[in-house]
């Protein structure tokens, strides 16, 4: 497996869909090229910091047109 | 956040907000509403377009409490009316273009992941290794990539992408969505749903490594 096949393979190996034999090719060509795993590790740190993004903030307006609509709700 | 089940008082707080519970729907929308906001900008880029979906959804959650059956989660069921809804807001802005259309349009062609002007060609010894390889990090990346400056940037960079790449990483990575829930939730095939997950990735990958390049560390 070459560097320029291993990146396309990446989020396979990550979900988990890689076939067998390929897993193997491609933790193999890990071991011996320290330039894909820093490209592997920074993936994994993206997809740590992606999972972390701070939800948006909720705007006062958003929370009043909200309780308002729950007491109409109520009412009905 | 991730779309788990938490049966916890769950029947409770259902009860509760069918009584008409105030304090139980503001803890509700306190909880939620952020997420909910972040999941529906995966699929609508302007934040008030956003507000509007959300708003939406809680509508719709109104509307269905009284039928609410609890064979999902509350937190999953409120999930799945705020994507639906998106969904179908992103459809109409796409000039009405099927969710599946834009995904198929999108997954379509040769994309590398890495400029190609990265790896050696074909005429140099050792074809298809790095010529280029990834700059290194900083040296602690996470608690960089934490910061907020950067966080900031990671969100201009998700509004950046195309549509269906940008739905599909916000609900696979940001709110944990598994893939075959995506696959059901907007109506696309696995296949295409890992190369859109996976373009996605690695042009905020590729960003990633340009911004850590180009600017220094910060003490935020």
Not at chain 2, 103 to 113: H, I, M, V
């Amino acid at each position: 497996m070459d560097c320029i096949e291993l990146v396309e393979l990446v989020t396979d190996y990550l979900e988990g869909t890689l076939p067998q034999a390929d897993c193997n090719r491609f933790e193999a060509h890990l071991r011996d090229c320290p330039y894909c795993d820093e490209y592997l590790r920074q993936m994994r740190a993206t997809l740590f910091a992606l999972g972390r993004i701070p939800a948006e903030s909720v705007s006062a307006a958003a929370q009043v047109r909200l309780l308002l609509a729950f007491r109409n709700w109520k009412r009905d | 956040m991730t779309v788990r089940r938490e049966t916890n008082n769950e029947e409770n707080l259902v009860a509760r907000l069918r009584e008409g519970d105030e304090a139980a729907f503001t803890a509700l929308v306190d909880r939620y509403h952020g997420t909910m906001l972040r999941v529906a900008r995966g699929f609508v880029r302007e934040r008030a377009a956003a507000e509007e979906v959300v708003q939406d959804a809680w509508m719709g959650v109104l509307k269905g409490l009284a039928s609410f059956e609890g064979r999902s989660s509350l937190q999953s069921w409120i999930f799945a009316i705020v994507v639906n809804r998106a969904k179908t807001k992103a459809v109409r802005e796409a000039r009405s273009t099927p969710f599946s259309a834009l995904a198929a349009q999108e997954a379509s062609g040769r994309q590398p992941s890495v400029d190609p002007g990265s790896f050696r060609g074909d005429d140099m010894e050792w074809p298809g290794h790095w010529a280029e390889p990834p700059r290194p990090w900083a040296e602690n990346p996470e608690a960089r990539l934490l910061q907020g400056e950067t966080m900031a940037h990671i969100e201009r960079m998700l509004e950046a992408l195309p549509p269906a790449q940008r739905s599909v990483i916000t609900l696979r990575d940001f709110a944990g969505y598994d893939a075959q829930a995506i696959c059901n939730a907007l109506g696309i095939s696995e296949t295409n749903m890992r190369v859109l997950l996976h373009r996605a990735r690695s042009k905020v990958r590729g960003q990633l490594e340009q911004y850590f390049a180009e600017s220094p560390e910060s003490s935020d």
